[in-house]
């Protein structure tokens, strides 16, 4: 991986993106954001040939913010191998109780594998009418990958734009600009964007 941030393939464009994007289709959309990113190496050793580059990289995504509704929102996207590879944990906290969510299978990210969800402490059956595509789809990225294609498939049929689209995509752009902005200058900056 090139370790310039200009590069564009960063735990911020890449993990953090695909995160917030799942994150936001929960909970909709971040008002505004605080973010910090942590720069954990200075050197990196190019995997193969043992050189060493210079790291202009993050290394962790630390991100408070609020949501439209003024709820809030604290997020850790951690960069680099863990020995533990817990992949994600999420746990959405109101007054009519606690929903936690973490991957079925240890070290899977949130955007790309089935969750295991408890409501209160008690294990939560998704319905099977979640699932859009047939039982014979595996389980795990190949189901979301799979999803994906239905979903697109359907809009050309329907002659409809296609959601995840380029607006979409721009305005995911423009948040991990603003969280890389509010690092940068140490404020909380406006994440409200148009959809």
């Known amino acids: 991986m ?3 941030p200009a590069a564009g393939a960063s735990i911020v464009s890449i993990m953090a993106g ?15 954001v605080s973010a910090r990113l942590p720069l954990l190496h200075e050197q ?10 210079r790291n202009g990289t993050p290394g962790h995504v630390l ?3 609020r949501l439209a509704d003024e709820a809030t929102v604290s997020v850790a996207v951690h960069g680099g ?11 959405l906290a109101c007054e009519r109780g606690t929903l936690i969510a973490v991957p079925r299978r240890p070290g899977m990210y949130m955007h790309w594998t089935d969750w295991n969800i ?15 595509v047939p039982e014979a789809v595996p389980a795990g990225p190949a189901l979301r990958i799979a999803e ?13 734009p296609a959601c995840p689209d380029f607006d979409e995509a721009t ?11 509010s690092a940068a200058n140490g404020a909380q900056e406006s994440a409200v964007m148009r959809r």
């Open 63 to 65: 991100l408070h913010g």
């Open 118 to 132: 408890t409501v209160n402490g008690e294990p939560v059956a998704v319905p099977a009418a979640y699932r859009t």
């Open 44 to 53: 990196v050793t190019v995997a193969g040939s043992g050189e060493r580059r």
């Open 171 to 181: 305005r995911y752009h423009r948040l991990l600009a603003t969280i890389e902005r």
């Open 18 to 32: 695909h995160f917030l994007a799942t994150l936001e289709r929960i909970t909709g959309p971040l008002a505004s």
């Open 81 to 91: 191998n863990r020995p533990d590879e817990v992949g994600f944990f999420l746990k």
């Open 148 to 160: 994906l294609y239905r979903d697109f498939a359907q809009a050309l049929a329907e002659d409809r």
């Open 2 to 4: 090139d370790a310039r």
